[in-house]
């Protein structure tokens, strides 16, 4: 079998030594990937003027998977969001964002397994916006919902549950105030739904589920809804197995294209010293692995991060241990079986 070409963006601050890390563990469980390097982010404005040059887009058209360390994105002015952009540009209209409970990370749960399956291009951040007078004394956001964007994520959320042998999906919305959008987008769930009578469905209103999800997590398997939902319980979800140090995240489109990067910021704060924990990026690498047909080396690339940090002696300092970023590595792959 020829390796898949998959875009590999290093990303800024600690994204080129959590990026290091990944590849040496991916090498090390088997994965099979030729690497093509790309430029994004404050490292591209650097070098190239322009955080997302046309070799990137070239690359990702090119390759259809990238694999993509955290971007530096300014607050306020400055450039755009290139993860948005990517998000956009390529369709990826799924966030798929896992959440499952890891021994040895400090959380206040120990049985959480659920996935989070988020709407990336529709909903409130279709980027309708204006102010309603010239004195900005109001504004108006609009949210959009269509047919065509509900059935996709809804079926995409099914079929994710089929692949992976989970039993439930639960469709997330409002539809009890915002009878018309989310009304839509909770009718059109339930119609998908029809097509996979061996998967459970229900629904359940956002304030509720939020609720829920802190007093009884293990309630959950699937969690399919709208962008601007998707991107809190997504985060809430993180949260209940000790935060987006240690969450990974996928985007999905059609065609097989997809982009794979880790949750956490560039953290700058400690970017240079090899101190970073590539969890995050690594467990995004096993969904890659699973992506593209090697699931025996994502499999064995999640035990050795699950061993990893179930061990004191080989934690990062953001989960209270010692280790650095190598000596955390040399332990996921020790346990990598
Ligand atoms: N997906 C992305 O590319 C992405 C996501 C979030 C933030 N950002 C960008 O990252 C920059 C910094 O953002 P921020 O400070 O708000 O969030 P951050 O996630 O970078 O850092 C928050 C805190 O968590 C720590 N941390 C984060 N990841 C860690 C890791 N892997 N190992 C150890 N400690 C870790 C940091 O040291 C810091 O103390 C900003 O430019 C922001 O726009 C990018």
Not at 98 to 122: C, F, H, K, L
Not at 132 to 144: G, H, K, N, V, Y
Not at 149 to 178: P, Q
Not at 328 to 337: E, G, K, L, S
Request: aromatic residues 6%; glycine residues 10%.
């Amino acid at each position: 079998m020829t390796p898949p070409i998959v875009t590999l963006i290093e990303g800024d601050g600690i994204g080129p030594e959590i990026t290091a890390a990944t590849l040496r563990a991916i090498a090390a469980v088997g994965g099979e990937i030729t690497w093509e390097r790309a430029d994004a982010g404050a490292a591209a404005v650097e070098k190239h003027r322009d955080p997302l040059p046309p070799a990137t887009l070239d690359s990702i058209t090119r390759n259809k998977i990238a694999l993509k360390a955290p971007l530096a994105t300014p607050s306020g002015g400055g450039y755009r969001s290139v993860n948005v952009t990517l998000r956009q540009t390529f369709d990826l209209y799924a966030n798929v964002r896992p959440a499952q409970t890891i021994p040895g990370v400090p959380s206040r749960y120990t049985n959480v397994d659920m996935v989070i399956v988020r709407e990336n291009t529709e909903d409130l951040y279709a980027g309708i916006e204006h102010y309603i007078d010239p004195r900005r004394s109001a504004a108006e956001s609009i949210a959009i919902i269509t047919r065509f964007g509900s059935e996709r994520i809804v079926r995409y959320a099914f079929d994710y549950a089929r692949r992976h042998g989970r039993k439930k999906v639960t469709i997330v919305h409002k539809a009890n105030i915002l009878k018309m959008s989310n009304g839509l987008f909770l009718d059109t769930g339930r119609e998908v739904a029809k097509a996979y009578p061996e998967i459970e469905c229900d629904d359940m209103i956002v304030d509720a589920t939020a609720m829920r999800m802190v007093v009884a997590p293990e309630r959950f398997d699937i969690i399919v809804t709208m962008n601007l939902f998707g991107d809190i319980l997504s985060d809430l979800a993180a949260g209940l197995i000790g935060g987006l140090g240690v969450a990974p995240a996928s985007n999905i489109g059609d065609a097989g294209c997809a982009m794979f990067e880790a949750v956490h910021g560039t953290a700058p704060d400690i970017a240079g010293k090899g101190i970073a924990n590539p969890t995050g990026l690594m467990l995004s690498a096993a969904m890659l692995l699973d992506h593209v047909g090697q699931r025996a080396a994502g499999d064995r690339l999640r035990a050795g991060v699950r061993a990893a940090l179930a061990d004191a002696a080989s934690r990062t300092g953001d989960l209270g241990g010692k280790a650095n970023t190598a000596q955390f590595t040399d332990a996921v792959i020790r346990n990598a079986t």
